[in-house]
């Protein structure tokens, strides 16, 4: 079993929905929980950045995480064409720098 | 402000070869790092730096692999005798690792797409 389990999708949806993206993880030492975006034949772009469980929101973009059921979302509201892309979730133990554990990532394609 | 670059963005090698990626971090940021992303997989951890040293490289896969820093800025990843088995995009980030804020927010270039034939 790998550390971080991520649904490769692809996941498509209509312009407009709401749409969530999950990741499981097995490692209880885990804090800081990050969501990637990455454009094909891009590097990832940081989305969202939490620490602990609990909920962030910016703009159109929510972030939730769950340490009891090691479990964390991201959700997109309103989502739109250019949100197509793929969606990383990324996470480590320690706050200072480590290398971050990655799950495969979620092919989403928003359909105009 | 500039962000990560990284250099060539494709690089096509033979077995056997030698080569070395080069990585520029966003001016300031103390905390670099290389990962590796073989296709349809996400980034797969291999060194990281703190100033010129290598604070952690359990990621490395075998001792083909090797990065510097040797000024504490750019950095550059050397795999000696390459392998089919290497072609990936290996990505560089970089993070400014201030100990009051926020925490490890890792900030990625756009990656060097390496295939060994």
């Known amino acids: 079993q790998k550390e971080v389990e991520q649904d490769p999708g692809p996941l498509s949806v209509p312009e407009g929905a709401i749409v969530s993206l999950n990741c499981t993880y097995s490692?209880?030492?885990?804090?800081?929980f990050m969501w990637y975006r990455q454009y094909s034949r891009k590097g990832p772009e940081l989305l969202m950045y939490?620490?602990?469980?609990g909920n962030k929101e910016d703009g159109r973009f929510t972030a939730q995480v769950d340490k009891s059921s090691k479990y964390i979302s991201l959700f997109i509201r309103d989502s739109q064409p250019s949100d197509s892309a793929t969606y990383l979730c990324?996470?480590?133990?320690?706050?200072?720098?480590?290398?971050?554990?990655f799950g495969k990532g979620t092919h989403l394609i928003i359909q105009p | 402000g500039a962000g990560v670059s990284q250099t060539p963005s494709n690089k096509v090698t033979e077995k056997g070869k030698y080569v070395e990626l080069r990585c520029d971090p966003i001016?300031?940021?103390?905390?670099l790092y290389w990962y590796r992303q073989s296709l349809g997989q996400g980034p797969e951890f291999l060194i990281y730096?703190?100033?010129?040293?290598?604070?952690?490289d359990s990621g490395l896969p075998n001792d083909r692999f090797f990065a510097v820093r040797p000024e504490g800025s750019v950095s550059t990843l050397k795999i000696q005798r390459t392998e089919r088995g290497d072609s990936a995009v290996y990505l560089c980030a970089s993070s400014p690792f201030a100990h009051r804020g926020p925490g490890n927010e890792q900030f990625f270039g756009p990656g060097t797409r390496l295939t060994v034939l």
């Open positions: 990324a996470m480590s133990a320690s706050r200072g720098a480590d290398g971050l554990t």
């Open positions: 001016s300031g940021h103390t905390a």
């Open positions: 939490t620490y602990s469980s």
């Open positions: 490692n209880s030492a885990f804090q800081y």
């Open positions: 730096f703190q100033g010129t040293g290598a604070a952690d």
